[in-house]
DNA sequence: GCATAATTTAATGTATACATTAATGGATGA
DNA sequence: TCATCCATTAATGTATACATTAAATTATGC
């Protein structure tokens, strides 16, 4: 997001990258504490960089430094899911308007109509990873095609923080097919020009979205992910 | 916005709230470059606090840290401002409509109120400093009336990045009569419970306000303030 | 035996020395 | 004279030693 293009040269650099993937990949749980020195001899480093890395992540909201009690992956509630749903329906539904205002070609949109399709193909063989992927990356686009860097910024940040806890619920939901009727009517919209319809549809498919996730973390009892 | 509660105990948190004072004070001018070892040793402390204090900084967008060019206060174009008005209208929209369906009594909602009786004041004495201020806190309180700690963030962000930006633009602007007109209409609208309306008048408020400003900007050649 | 206070301990917070790196300026060559 | 390469330098990046602090534990008084 902000610093290296491709090869991380600093350590505090590697460190956000590694400490990103462990917490995505779950290897560092919701919840748990870690100490300062274990995560840098983890990493191999001195605690300098990690500590300069941990400062970061706790902006990006993926954990609490808690003097003395080491920093917490930041477990997430269903209220939490709910904030981050609330705040990602507002700006992508923004970007949504901001793209159809946009005048895009059907060429310029071709990205986002291969990513429906990827997630098409993803459904029809029942790959949830594979979906789960390509639902990220039409939304990532989506939010692009709005120019506006600071939105762009936000949502990928709520994205992070659900991120996470899709492990955890990916396999229980019920198989989204509804989900890509939306998304080809948020790119007609684009397509068409129409600002207030795309960002209408987008925003009834991130707000039934919610819905799902919210109360699936509330039947299964999670009170937190 | 993290950690401390009153009093600022480790030098690091110093180094932040005291780097946010130059910034917003306009000591630390928009576009100023500064050397790590400057800014510590006019703080008094390491360059160890104060890296990290950078860190935080950045993370708020205030500051971009470039190496070996020093830390720039980061300066804002006519563009950026209008992302940022964006962003702000969008959330503080939300706020407002999940404010009206709390249901907060009118004893709830007697600080907004007073606080839009302050800017009345402060605009019959053509105070623009305490104007401002007041509209600061309607702003904030708003937001927090919605409930929601992500948007109270985001929103919180957003506001400091514009709030540099006034010391250079609130004594060219014409006085913002229409502004409280607004303000009483968002604050009616929460107590009536019209969701709809809360955010409608208060989407419309912040439109009229962005195309104020960014106008300004453009006007008088401020490609970055 | 229990509560409180003092001591110990283990973690974070800070300063500093050192390593690394990119920009600057000068030398060397054509 | 100009371009390229090398050396210098000045900044950031990192490791480490040390200071500080809050929690845990033990000791002490009642």
Known sequence: MNTQDHRIRSSS??????LRELIFS????????????????????SRTPVR??????????????????GVRIKPLSPVDMAEIY???TEL?????????????????LQQLEHTINLMDSALEENDRGAWARADDAFHA?????????????????MSDQVRRARLVTLHM???????????????????AGDA????????????????????LLETHHLSSV
Chains 1, 2 share one sequence.
């Open 13 to 18: 650099g590697q460190a956000v990258e590694r």
């Open 26 to 45: 779950g290897q560092l749980g919701a919840g748990s504490d870690h100490l300062e020195s274990e995560l840098a001899e983890s990493l191999g480093m």
């Open 52 to 69: 300069e890395a941990l400062l970061v992540l706790e902006g990006q909201g993926l954990v609490d430094v808690r003097p003395r009690k």
């Open 86 to 88: 609330d705040v990602l």
């Open 92 to 108: 992508e539904s923004l970007a949504a308007a901001n793209a159809a205002r946009e005048g895009y070609s059907a060429d310029d």
């Open 141 to 157: 686009e989506l939010v692009q095609l709005g120019r506006n860097s600071r939105v762009e910024a936000i949502a990928q940040m």
């Open 173 to 191: 939901r019920p198989v989204p097919n509804r989900s890509n009727e939306d998304h080809r009517a948020v790119l007609d919209a684009i397509a």
């Open 196 to 215: 207030d319809t795309a960002a209408r549809v987008h925003r009834e498919h991130r707000t039934a979205a919610k819905k799902v996730i919210v109360d």
